[in-house]
């Protein structure tokens, strides 16, 4: 926690060979024709073959066309090249450029090894080919061929900056120092060096050294805010509250332009319990117009993917969040990371809010439409659900969770047989096996609602088909079998398989003690009832009317009452007249 300012500025190492992969291919684009004259022009002069004319000409035709990123001429030329002078590694190295920009690293390699097979010490054609074994992450090859570099040209430090960096990647810990330390021995000690090690110290968990590495590399250069930053977060995840202050006050307020060092010493107000500062710093950083709204997003998204980052601001996060809004109240990043964040805060209410104002603003964002079916259909508006799933379906006809949402809000409003249209059409689009689980489980609840039973059971078989441990099915299939007093002992067998994965789970306790009700074993379904309205969790009307049924049955009027008047708050229409009837039975007694 607290690692931004660390992971934006000791990328040095793992972005250094990147850096110098970019600065190389930038200098060689301008000096591959003076590189390749050298390589033939000797020639020309010497004798005036027409062959070499033809590839002199031809090379520097495809080099043209390579620095004006006609790629495709290029390659013809470069080939052309090779078939009048096979020997020269030139147009193989730039091939192999062209074809590692495209993505196409199998090529590329292979004309990188060509290229260093023709001409072994040509260092440009060994960093090329170093260059694309890192991009493949074969790091132990890419240290082979540096390690040749090394021997061509020993005095050069980023050599032994690359190779401490694959050392490192590779997890060769004591290898990358070595290296590092060459460094040190031929250059002196330097910031950049210090900063390798204290990140490999760091990883070695030597906590020591790796701070008297960060120390050094502050030597250099007291003034940069960022390894102040870096000694502040060290001491901020070693608990030393104070030493972590004394560096925060050197990079903030003084830095409060750069977002890693807003974002860090908020966190670290957090930490210390400071809210009022915390939220304080956050509000001015979303204010702050010089830090780009980009900057802002990322870092507000990442309370949605970091569970600890999440509840370290929640005390803060609700007032941010709409600080966030107010600044970039029409901006879909801004709308979509405060939808994200009400969603993990279960704020359904303000999130399909938000939800729908971006897809208003953007039909096609398909991802905030499955956002806003997901909020409206968790507060049960399957009336909102039904009308932008439709239009959904005719917007995006290939997205077969909308068809989902579209059937279950049907079914929810007791248009079963358009339901079973809807669903079906959505089943043959996916091919995702939880989907499909999730299609054949509603499927089944609108054939049992039109009493096409037999169906209903064969979706439910189908499901279990795809997956045997699905427990929602199980449950499920148990109870309408229950309900309909219909194979009692597979439903039993089924229902058991779900309380022995969630024995405290209210809903599934409810449906076994039902199926030992139906079975007139009330000893058994009084027990397990019990269990039901006594768990942690959510009781619906219907358990309490269960629970009713139950006592009322094992001639307990008093403890059955005591249920069915908890079941009536719950309860509506033809279910809350039973209920009510039964009440009446009872009181009469």
Wanted: positive net charge; charged residues 25%.
């Amino acid at each position: 926690m607290g690692s931004d300012i660390l992971v934006l500025n000791v990328i040095f190492d793992s972005v250094k060979k990147l850096v110098v992969n970019i600065l190389f291919l930038i200098q060689f684009a301008f000096a591959t024709v003076f590189l390749n004259a050298q390589e033939f022009s000797p020639v020309l002069k010497q004798n005036g073959i027409g062959s070499d004319q033809d590839y002199y000409f031809a090379f520097t035709e495809a080099t043209r066309y390579f620095m004006t990123r006609n790629f495709m001429q290029a390659v013809s030329l470069y080939n052309e090249c090779l078939r009048i002078k096979s020997s020269s590694g030139a147009p193989h190295y730039q091939l192999s450029r062209i074809f590692l920009n495209a993505g196409n690293n199998y090529l590329a390699l292979e004309h990188a090894k060509k290229a260093v097979a023709l001409d072994k010490k040509n260092k440009w054609y060994l960093q090329g080919l170093a260059n694309i074994y890192q991009v493949e992450e074969k790091y132990d090859s890419a240290v082979i061929v540096l390690k040749n570099l090394l021997l061509i040209d020993g005095n050069d430090p980023d050599y032994l900056m690359n190779i401490a960096g694959l050392y490192e990647e590779m997890g060769r810990m004591d290898s990358s120092l070595r290296y590092l330390n060459l460094i040190d021995k031929k250059l002196g000690p330097s910031k950049e060096v210090s900063l390798s090690k204290y990140r490999i110290y760091e990883k070695m968990k030597l906590r020591e050294k790796a701070l008297e590495n960060l120390y050094l590399a502050f030597s250099f250069e007291p003034a940069d805010y960022i390894v102040a930053g870096m000694l502040a977060e060290f001491y901020r995840s070693a608990g030393k509250a104070d030493s972590a202050t004394r560096y925060y006050s050197q990079i903030y307020p003084a830095y409060k332009s750069e977002p890693m060092v807003c974002y860090s010493y908020a966190e670290f107000m957090l930490e210390m319990k400071d809210t009022v500062r915390a939220k304080k710093v956050l509000i001015e950083t979303i204010k702050d117009k010089s830090i780009n709204i980009q900057q802002k997003s990322e870092y507000l998204l990442k309370f949605l993917q970091d569970d600890d980052l999440f509840l370290l601001n929640k005390p803060i996060v609700d007032t941010v969040a709409i600080a966030y809004l107010n600044e970039y109240p029409n901006d879909i990043r801004a709308l979509s990371v405060y939808s994200d964040i009400q969603m993990r805060r279960r704020n359904f209410g303000k999130a399909s809010a938000v939800l729908l104002k971006v897809y208003e603003l953007d039909k096609r964002n398909y991802l905030a439409l499955e956002q806003l079916l997901y909020s409206l259909n968790l507060q049960g508006k399957s009336d909102s659900v039904l009308v932008y799933s439709e239009e959904g379906i005719r917007n995006f006809t290939d997205r077969p969770l909308i068809f989902l949402f579209n059937g279950s809000a049907k079914n929810d409003l007791k248009l079963y047989n358009e339901a079973l249209i809807v669903l079906k059409k959505g089943l043959e689009l996916t091919a995702d096996t939880y989907l499909k689980v999730q299609f054949y489980n509603l499927i089944a609840d609108a054939y049992r609602n039109i009493q096409e039973y037999s169906k209903s059971d064969d979706a439910f078989e189908s499901a279990l088909l795809i997956d045997p441990d699905d427990i929602v099915i199980k449950n499920n299939y148990a109870y309408y079998l229950a309900v309909r007093e219909e194979r009692l002992k597979f439903a039993k067998r089924l229902s058991r398989e779900t309380i022995k994965i969630e024995p405290e789970n209210s809903t599934y306790l409810d449906t076994y003690a039902w199926i030992l009700f139906k079975m007139g074993r009330i000893s058994g379904a009084r027990k397990y009832i019990s269990r039901a309205v006594n768990s942690n969790s959510d009781q619906s009307g219907e358990i309490f009317f269960h629970a009713g049924e139950i006592y009322l049955k094992a001639g307990n009027y008093d403890k059955a009452l005591i249920f069915y008047k908890k079941a009536v708050k719950k309860l509506k229409g033809p279910d809350l007249e039973e209920v009510e009837n039964k009440m009446k039975i009872i009181i009469q007694k």
